[in-house]
């Protein structure tokens, strides 16, 4: 679930919108009242505006005098709902808003508790977008009934947050895991755009990703020189620092990833084998059916995990998820969950195992090769594909508040 928020200036423009009494909606036969909060019987544009006017101007005046909110649930978890299931989910919604206390990495409080329950609001639920995907929409008061003001400090994070926190209470998919989950084929596809690249070239490379699907931002600077890029597809935005390995597919690297990826080795091929290929060969451990209970070990346990989609149960050694469980620790980890899924998905062979380490903890060189070396006992594969996981989307520690 996908939420946004931002003080606007323009507040009777927005709530026309909302309510679909602009001239810019096409379809307001698409448009239904979800509730009011502290306004008349089910006023229309003008005497919602009127009304939170009259609360605004008994107190001090404010530019950005309305909150403008936006609400997108996939649309899988909604396709049954009511009004009254819209309610209630804008009600979750309103309460974990108002929850938050943002603080500074000083620990200084930067943005207080909101008090939208006792603010002057209208949501609206619009099922006329494009595929007809159905959202909220609201206006909110910025001063509450006391004259109090609803913080805008960091307001987009603070929606952000709400929205992660209802949905992981309604056990569905949160957009940061949508974002997990996608970042490897993201990956796969800047690299398989460079591999296709005859030369080098960023307008070569930038085209050909605006061709999958993507739209390419570019950061420069006064002076016209690039020295970064994000890629957003659908509402997700991935920055070129956050993908990859190594940061090897940042601006500055982007041609020496290239360069890597066409080198030609020298090394002298024996059987048609390149001795990378025989030494993989003769190292690699039989693969393991990991779907099916063994009954020769007694310390095996099922796990469940969902790959493009679709749900996977396999039986694993219960010291490998002891040991994802330490690695990737949810009291300190935000994206624990995450990264299990994913190492755990290396482990089993569900995915190929991205730029895992070969070599010893001093370092050594870097295989894309997704073997298991066959002297490998359980805990020290499990050991690369963690550190493989944790490359690919990166640990993001929490950081809590601080008193």
């Known amino acids: 679930m996908i939420a946004k928020a931002k003080a606007i200036s323009h507040g009777i423009n927005d709530i026309r919108y ?62 049954f709902y009511d009004i009254k299931d819209w309610q209630k989910l804008w ?8 929850k938050q206390v943002i603080t500074g990495k000083d ?22 977008s494009k595929g007809e995907v159905p959202h909220l929409h609201a206006a909110v008061c910025r001063l509450d009934e006391n004259g109090n003001i609803n913080n805008d400090h960091n307001i987009h994070l603070r929606a952000q947050r709400a929205a992660e926190r209802v949905a992981k209470k309604r056990g569905w998919t949160t957009a940061a895991q949508i974002r997990n989950r996608n970042i490897p084929q993201v990956n796969r596809d800047c690299m398989e755009v460079l591999k296709t690249m005859p030369s080098w070239s ?23 020189v690039l020295h970064g890029y994000a890629l957003v597809k659908g509402n997700t935005k991935y920055k070129a620092s956050e993908l990859g390995v190594g940061r090897n597919l940042t601006i500055s690297k982007l041609s020496t990833t290239w360069k890597k990826l066409h080198h030609q080795p020298t090394t002298t091929i024996r059987n048609n084998i390149t001795p ?28 469940a995990l969902t790959h493009e989609g679709k749900e996977h149960r396999f039986y694993i050694p219960e010291k490998v998820l002891d040991y994802f469980n330490d690695e990737f620790d949810y009291r300190f980890v ?20 991205p730029n895992v380490t070969t070599g010893g903890g001093g370092g050594g060189s870097q295989s894309t090769l997704p073997w298991r070396d066959k002297d490998e006992d359980d805990l020290q594969w499990a050991h690369r594909c963690a550190r493989a996981a944790s490359r690919s989307l990166g640990k993001k520690q929490k950081t809590g508040l601080k008193r």
């Open 107 to 128: 620990g200084k409080v930067r943005s207080c508790q909101t008090n939208l329950a006792n603010s002057k609001y209208t949501v609206w639920l619009h099922t006329e």
């Open 91 to 98: 009600h979750d919604f309103a309460e974990e808003f108002d």
């Open 334 to 353: 935000t994206n624990s969950q995450e990264l299990t899924d994913m190492a755990m998905a290396i482990f089993v062979g569900l995915l190929e195992t």
């Open 276 to 303: 990378t290929v025989q030494q993989a060969a003769e190292h690699k451990a039989a693969p393991i059916d990991y779907t099916q209970y063994r009954t020769d070990r007694s310390d095996m346990i099922p796990y």
């Open 202 to 224: 960023w307008e070569e490379y930038k085209n050909t990703l605006a061709l999958k699907g993507y739209i390419i931002h570019e950061r420069e600077d006064t002076k016209g």
């Open 18 to 79: 909302i309510t679909g009494e602009s001239q810019h909606k096409k379809h307001p036969e698409k448009i239904y009242r979800v509730l009011d909060n502290l306004l008349p019987s089910e006023p229309d544009t003008m005497g919602i505006w009127n009304s939170m006017q009259l609360t605004l101007s008994q107190y001090q005046p404010i530019k950005n005098s309305i909150i403008r909110i936006e609400l997108s649930p996939s649309p899988e978890h909604t396709q």
